[in-house]
């Protein structure tokens, strides 16, 4: 069974620089065709892609937000860790980590989501 | 990054049909897969289509996708109650070479 989980700071401050942790089991990013992505969406609003990184440690980042983002992998503990800097009131949302498979074009299972709110 | 048009909202009556539209553009719907997904009040989404009109187990055949084009749709047969939720669409897009979401339809079973 795939199952995704994702960890960090509930509470963030503007200019703080915002890591998150998605732990998964049921795969391995050392195998051919899994990619992990993140995703987040603010309150009430529609759903934004950030990161993807693949099995092959290839990387794509959300073009508006590249200078801010970073995504790496750990593939031995089964994690991928997404930092985002200088964060501000308006990246406040809850954010996923997803997982997708090549070339099957699958986009999950995704985990339950973090709440993450950037005030002061 | 771009999004992709959906209507915000939907609704009819139970045991009827909806479907929900998703307009995109050729270097996203236009060149690549599309994928719904349904999201209840407080959850993460769920896959419900992918492949434009693949379901994934578990997933009742009263929900299908097609695409035409630019653009997709997914319909819901014979509506139930429990069917109440935000669904969304979304695509690879291969100018930005990145996933684009939809706008979002919250569908109301009346």
């Known amino acids: 069974q795939v199952t995704l989980r994702e960890s960090g700071p509930a509470l963030v401050k503007p200019t703080q620089t915002l890591t998150l942790t998605c732990t998964f089991s049921?795969?391995?990013?050392?195998?051919?065709?899994?990619?992990v992505n993140w995703i987040r969406q603010p309150p009430g609003k529609a759903l934004e892609w950030l990161a993807r990184?693949?099995?092959?440690?290839?990387?794509y980042y959300n073009t508006s937000l590249k200078t801010r983002l970073t995504i790496s992998k750990a593939t031995s503990k089964n994690q991928v860790v997404l930092t985002m800097t200088n964060m501000d009131p308006v990246d406040t949302g809850t954010y996923y980590c997803?997982?997708?498979?090549?070339?099957?074009?699958?986009?999950?299972?995704w985990g339950p989501g973090t709440l993450v709110t950037v005030s002061s | 990054q771009s999004v992709l048009t959906q209507p915000p909202s939907a609704s009819e009556t139970p045991g009827q049909r909806v479907t929900i539209s998703c307009s995109g553009s050729?270097?996203?719907?236009?060149?690549?897969?599309v994928h719904w997904f349904q999201q209840l009040p407080g959850t993460a989404p769920k896959v419900l289509m992918y492949?434009?009109?693949q379901r994934p187990s578990g997933v009742p055949d009263r929900f299908s996708g097609s695409k035409s084009g630019t653009s997709a749709s997914l319909a819901i047969s014979g509506l139930q109650s429990e069917d109440e939720a935000d669904y969304c669409c979304?695509?690879?897009?291969?100018?930005?070479?990145?996933?684009?979401f939809g706008t979002g339809t919250k569908v109301t079973v009346l």
């Open positions: 997803a997982r997708a498979l090549h070339p099957q074009n699958y986009l999950g299972p």
């Open positions: 049921g795969f391995s990013l050392k195998t051919y065709g899994m990619r």
């Open positions: 990184i693949d099995w092959d440690d290839d990387k």
């Open positions: 050729n270097s996203n719907i236009g060149s690549n897969t």
């Open positions: 492949n434009n009109n």
């Open positions: 979304a695509a690879w897009d291969d100018s930005l070479n990145g996933y684009v």
